[in-house]
C-alpha cells in the first residue's frame, strides 16, 4: 500500500511518501480501505518532528480516518461497511490513517452513522468529535444558551470552528477569540456573534469582569487563564488544547470565589459505548452549511508541506486527506 512513513535520521524526522507492506492481521483486527484521513494539529507535531508524539520509527501518522472494510476478524464487522476511527492511539504508536489500508482492532472503529457521508464524517474527523465533547461537558455543568455567552478561544482551528457551528445551531450566542483577521468573514459564517482579538488574551489579573457562561479553550496558557478569570459565576470552561501552550498560569480564585469549573477534555480514549453517541449527536446537529465553509482537500503528497502550514498558524478549519475518495 501507498502511505506516508515517518523515519528518524540524525534525530530528524523525515516524512515520504512509499509503497510500503502491510501487517498481517490478528485476531479480532479489521483491514480498512481508507477513503479519507484527516490532518490534525497532533499529526502536524508528529509529521515535522516538532512534538513528541511518535517514539517507535518507522511510523504510519494519521490520528483519524474514514473508509469501507475490506476484511474483518471481528464478527461486529463486514467487508464494505463504511467504518470511522478516531483516537485510541493510531496514528501515534500504531500505523495510522494517512496511507491507502489500515489494520485496526475492532473495538477502535465506529460504524459510520447513516446519515454522514465519508467525507463529512472526516470533515468532523478527530477535531469535531473533541468539539461535540467539549459542548456535552458544558451541558453537563448546565451551561444553556439562556445562560449567556459561550467563548470559543483558537477559533478558526478544526476544534474551535466545528465548536462554534455546534454552539450557534445549538442556540447559544457565541464569542470567537482568533488572532488573524483574514478568518472574521468565516467566524461569523459559521455563527460567532462576537470575534475578539488574541491579543486581548496576553494578560490577566486572577479575577476580571465576568462575560462568558462557558467557554471551549483549544489554547491553553495565558488565553486560558484570562478565560477562567473572565467566567461567569458558576461557569465552566472545557479545556481540551494547547496550541498557545501547554502552562496554565492562573490562580484558585476563579474556582474558590466563584464556583467555576475546568473541565478537561480527552478524545483519544473516550469508552467505546460513549463514541456512537457522539457520532450521532454530530449527525444531527451540524448544519450542511458547514461542510461547505470547513474544509480544504488535499493529497498525501502534500500532507508534509501542509503539516508545517499547521505550526505556523496558516490552517483554516479542517484538512482532509483524499485517500480512496
Ligand atoms: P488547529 O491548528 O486547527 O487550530 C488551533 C488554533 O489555535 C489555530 O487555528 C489558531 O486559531 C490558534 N492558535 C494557533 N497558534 C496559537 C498560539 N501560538 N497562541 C494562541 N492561539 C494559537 O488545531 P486543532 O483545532 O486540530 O486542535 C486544537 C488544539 O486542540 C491542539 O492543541 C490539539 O492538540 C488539541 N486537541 C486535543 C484533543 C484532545 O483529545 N484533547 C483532540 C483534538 C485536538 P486562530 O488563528 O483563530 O487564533
Known sequence: MKALVLEQQDKTTVAEVKDIALPEMAEGDVLVDISWSGLNYKDAL???????IIRQFPMVPGIDFTGHVKRSNDPRYSTGQAVILTGWGVGENHWGGLAQQACVKGDWLVALPEAIPARNAMIIGTAGFTAM???MALEDAGVTPQSGTVLVTGASGGVGSTAVALLHTLGYTVAAVTGRESTHDYLRKLGASEILSRDDFSETRPLEKQLWAGAIDTVGDK??????AQTNYGGCVAAC???????LPTT????ILRNVRL????????PAEHRAA??????STLPES????????????????????FLNNKIQGRTLVKIGG
Open 46 to 52: 508528529a509529521i515535522t518532528g516538532k512534538g513528541k
Open 133 to 135: 465533547l467539549c459542548v
Open 223 to 228: 488565553v486560558l487563564a484570562k478565560v477562567l
Open 241 to 247: 488544547g494547547l496550541a498557545g501552550g501547554f502552562g
Open 252 to 255: 484558585v480564585m476563579p474556582f
Open 263 to 270: 473541565q478537561g477534555v480527552d478524545s483519544v480514549s473516550v
Open 278 to 283: 457522539v457520532w450521532e449527536r454530530l449527525a
Open 290 to 309: 458547514f461542510y461547505q465553509q470547513a474544509a480544504t482537500e488535499i493529497t498525501l503528497e502534500q500532507a508534509p508541506a501542509y503539516a508545517e502550514d
